[in-house]
C-alpha cells in the first residue's frame, strides 16, 4: 500500500524503511512473511510524521492564500428552516465573491459532532452545548427573540390576550422541537418583559402540538391558535398583515444566531472571510425590517 501511495516498488519502500532504522539505530517495524507491524518506536515516529505532515500542509495552504484569491471546500451545517431562509441565500453571495470557494451546506435538525463529522463550523440558533463549550469556539452573529402572534382571524374569534395570565385561556400552539430529554416542558414559555427584563415562566396548552415548527406556523396562519415564533421565520407574515403580535411586551429571547467550529489553531482565511461576511449579514437582524403590525386591543373572549 505505501508502495503504490509512493509510486514506486515495495523493494523501494523495505531499502528506505531499513536505511531509516539503521540511521535511528532503532526498530521502527516487525516483518514476517505474512505482515508488517510498527514496534513501540515506530508508533510514536508515524503519530510525530502525521503532526508533521499536516503543520506543512497548514503552511502550504497558508501561503497559497497569501498570494491568491481564497479557494478551497467549506462544509457547513444549519437548521432546516433558518438555513434555507437566511444561511443559503447568504452563503450564495459569499460564494459569488468569492468563486474559488466550494460550499457544502447540510440542513439538520440535530447539531452534528462537527469535528468528528468533518463540518467546518455550524450557523446555530443556540450556543456550544456545554458538553463542548471547551472543545468549539463560538461567536454570536444576531440577536433572536421569539414573539408571541396570532392570526387576526383567531383573535377576532376568541379575544386578543391583554395579560399574560389571559393565555391560559387560549389554545396555544406548541412546538416541540430540539428535544432535551425528559426534564424539557415545552408547555412551559418563558417570557421576559422587555421594560424591565423580568421573566415569568408562563403555562400554556392546547390541542395542538408537533415537532415541526413549519407545521405549527401553518396551523397559526389558519387561524388555530396562539404561537410562540421566531422573528426571522414570521417576519413575512407580519409584514403581510396574515400574522400579528401579540402581547408585543414580552418574547423568549433564547434563540440568538451563532457561528460554532471545533477549535483549530490556525483558522484557514477562506473561514475568517466566511464568518465576518456572515456577521455584517446579520448585523442589525436583518428581519426586523419588515413591519410587525400588533393585536388591536380586545377583550379576553375565549367562546
Known sequence: MAARALRVTPSAVTKRLAALEASLGLRLFQRTTRRVSPTAEGEVLCERAVHLLHAFDEVQAELRERQAEPAGPVRLAATFGFGRLWVGPALAAFQARHPGIRIQLQLTEQLPDLAVQGFDGAIWLWNAPRERA?????????????????????????????????????????????????????????????????????????????????????????????????????????????????????????????????????????????????????????????????????????Q
Open 134 to 302: 471547551a472543545e468549539w469556539v463560538s461567536r454570536k452573529l444576531a440577536a433572536n427573540q421569539r414573539v408571541l402572534v396570532a392570526a387576526p382571524g383567531y383573535l377576532e374569534r376568541h379575544g386578543t390576550p391583554r395579560g399574560l395570565q389571559d393565555l391560559a385561556m387560549h389554545a396555544c400552539l406548541v412546538v416541540r422541537e430540539n428535544d432535551g430529554g425528559p426534564d424539557q416542558r415545552f408547555d412551559h414559555w418563558r417570557l421576559r418583559r422587555t421594560a424591565d427584563a423580568q421573566v415569568t415562566h408562563v403555562p400554556v396548552s392546547g390541542p395542538l402540538s408537533s415537532n415541526s415548527g413549519e407545521l405549527v406556523r401553518d396551523w397559526c396562519l389558519e387561524g388555530r391558535g396562539i404561537m410562540l415564533r421566531s422573528l426571522w421565520d414570521i417576519a413575512p407574515h407580519l409584514a403581510s398583515g396574515d400574522l400579528v403580535r401579540v402581547l408585543p411586551a414580552y418574547a423568549m429571547p433564547d434563540a440568538d444566531v451563532h457561528w460554532l467550529a471545533p477549535y483549530q489553531p490556525r483558522v484557514p482565511r477562506r473561514i475568517r472571510l466566511l464568518v465576518d461576511f456572515l456577521a455584517e449579514r446579520f448585523r442589525g437582524e436583518p428581519w426586523k425590517r419588515f413591519s410587525a403590525p400588533t393585536a388591536p386591543r380586545g377583550s379576553r373572549r375565549t
